[in-house]
């Protein structure tokens, strides 16, 4: 059973480390570019690639060259608090190591460094002949503003079709969405798996799935499908059974309300699951809010399209709204997921997150839940070390009662 979750994990890894070891991507298929992740079912769907510029910078701070990325982003002159994963898109940018694009499609984002490089995609001059189409995301959560925003991404595709010279297969894009529904589906049913006690499977496969089915080459596909049925068939297979993490003593659960970053899950997070029985069984990108795309009409489709980003995306449903949604969000996994703690990481680069610090922490002491403020860099582990996090996330749990000293 270790080995097939093995696997898995690995066939995960692979095809995101493609992504990233291949900003520049010599294919011949046209390319959509973009500032952030508010677009899966309709480039599959047109025979298009999607490239997220925010994603590949994120996913570049995790290669060996990581850092270099990084410092090139500064010597750029991108402002220093800036978060690193848009510092590493911007000297991906301006170093000429980004495919020329067939067309740019941008938004205001959930923070104001992705608003910054859609900005600085726009204003890039070797670039000034590529068609692009910017969108305006309402930051209100309704029927409306989902209609609203859906009503332009509908007019992004005409738009698409002008640049391509060809027409979108409504056929094909109804068939996306299906393949899509079934991924969301599977994502839901394995959260759920996850609520029991002990956790029966690596919590991080939840993240790897939503990235597999909306962020890679190969997005919304049936080999993701079977990947997240094999993942759903094991852990049910596990739950039955009663058993947890194979070599985990499970003793603490608790929520990292953030990204996991590019070097926090395979330094500190496995090493308090493997030392200490500490399991992160929720963060960001695991937390699988998706709802069913409509597909009763045109209308319904590109609103349910709309939903899912300004409502269901992992960091814009955590950024772009309220603080209630965002501390309303932080109780309902500590109930439903029993964690017994939740981890402020305190990325350097999310101030909008930083902003709400307190509020959270007066939140978790009415509510009797412990709550570390870490205060790290989620893409730089040279701010501070993963031994330095370990220690302090060690200590927290035994000063809290939650782990014996």
């Known amino acids: 059973m270790l080995n097939a ?3 898995l994990m690995a066939q995960s890894g692979k095809g995101l480390f493609e992504l990233t070891v291949n900003p520049q991507n010599e294919s011949t298929t046209p390319v959509i570019l973009c500032n952030g ?3 899966a079912e309709i480039p599959v769907a ?3 690639e999607f490239s997220d510029l925010t994603l590949t910078g994120a996913m570049g701070t995790a290669l060996p060259e990581g850092a270099d990325l990084i410092d090139g982003g500064i010597e750029l002159g991108v402002e220093s608090r800036m978060c690193n994963a848009i510092k590493s898109a911007c000297y991906y940018l301006e170093s000429g190591k980004i495919r020329t694009p067939e067309m740019i499609i941008t938004t205001n984002a959930c923070c104001d460094s992705m608003d910054t490089l859609a900005n600085l995609m726009n204003a890039y001059e070797p670039w000034a002949h590529v068609p692009r189409f910017i969108m305006d995301a309402p930051h209100t959560l309704d029927e409306e503003s989902y209609a609203y925003f859906g009503r332009q991404l509908r007019e992004a595709v005409t738009f698409f ?6 027409k979108m297969d409504w056929d094909r894009l109804r068939e996306v969405c299906v393949e899509s529904n079934k991924q969301s589906q599977l994502l839901l049913e394995f ?4 609520k029991a006690v002990p956790c029966p499977a690596e919590p991080d496969l939840a993240r790897q799935g939503t990235e597999l ?4 080459k190969h997005r919304v596909s049936p080999e993701v499908t079977r990947w997240l049925e094999e993942v759903v068939r094991l852990t049910e297979q596990r739950v039955k059974e009663g058993k947890g993490i194979d070599g985990v003593d499970e003793k603490v659960r ?3 309300q953030d990204l996991a970053g590019s070097w926090s899950t395979g330094t500190v997070l496995a090493r308090l699951q493997k ?7 929720m963060d960001y990108v695991s937390y699988a809010t998706w709802t069913p795309i409509d597909l009763a009409s045109e209308e319904k489709m590109f609103a349910s399209f709309a939903k899912r980003f300004l409502l269901e995306a992992a960091m814009t449903r955590q950024a772009l709204h309220s603080t209630d949604l965002f501390i309303g969000d932080i109780l309902r996994i500590v109930k439903e997921f029993r964690c017994d703690a939740v981890i402020m990481p305190a990325h350097v680069g999310h101030r909008d997150t930083n902003s709400r610090l307190k509020l959270v922490r007066d939140v978790c002491r009415e509510n009797g839940i412990p709550c570390l403020v870490l205060g790290i860099d989620i893409w730089d582990k040279r701010f501070i070390s993963p031994d330095v996090v370990f220690d302090r996330m060690s200590t927290f749990f035994q000063q809290t009662g939650l782990i014996a000293s």
């Open 5 to 7: 979750f093995s696997q």
């Open 37 to 39: 992740d508010f677009m």
């Open 46 to 48: 047109l025979g298009c």
């Open 191 to 194: 959260q759920e798996l996850k």
């Open 254 to 256: 608790f929520l990292w």
């Open 213 to 216: 089915s909306r962020w890679i």
């Open 161 to 166: 079709e002008g640049v391509l010279g060809r």
């Open 275 to 281: 030392e200490l029985g500490a399991v992160c069984v």
